[in-house]
């Protein structure tokens, strides 16, 4: 489940080589539980062989229905097939939903800015964790 701001992102790598496609986990809402959403990953990252998938991008809070993805879980399945975790953060960034960056299993996460933050239109940033080097970068659009 991905935001379709950051999914047109996606597309557009494939478009220009970069990618070579997109497999998509639909989740209907709300979801059973937990683990039925884990499940639905799991199915999808066992379609292809090991190694095969890259990344693994969802958004952590959808932002029209506000379910809430498993990230710690997730993360776990993309890395057992070899691939990083990207986390979509707009949604829950300020909000009331506890969130350890460090134990999350998240190999990225992006937030926006002038969303739960209440900064400027145009502001965001993304951390990479330590185990690729913890990078913290911010990015303000003039």
Not at 87 to 111: E, F, P, R
Request: aromatic share 6%; with cysteine.
């Amino acid at each position: 489940m991905e935001h379709p701001g950051g999914l047109s992102k996606w597309k557009y790598q494939v478009k220009s080589g970069f990618l070579s496609g997109i497999n998509y986990v639909t989740i209907l809402a709300p979801a059973n539980s937990e683990e039925s959403i884990t499940q639905l990953f799991d199915a999808a990252l066992q379609s292809k062989p090991k190694c095969h998938y890259k990344i693994v991008s969802v958004s952590h809070v959808h932002t029209t229905t506000g379910m809430i993805m498993p990230i710690w879980s997730i993360a776990l399945l993309a890395h057992q097939h070899g691939a990083l975790l990207v986390v979509n953060g707009a949604q829950s960034t300020g909000s009331v939903i506890g969130l350890n960056l460090a134990t999350s299993g998240a190999d990225m996460y992006s937030i926006s800015g002038h969303k739960g933050l209440l900064g400027p239109t145009g502001s965001g940033g993304l951390n990479e964790m330590a185990k690729h080097g913890q990078q913290l970068a911010f990015h303000t659009q003039k």
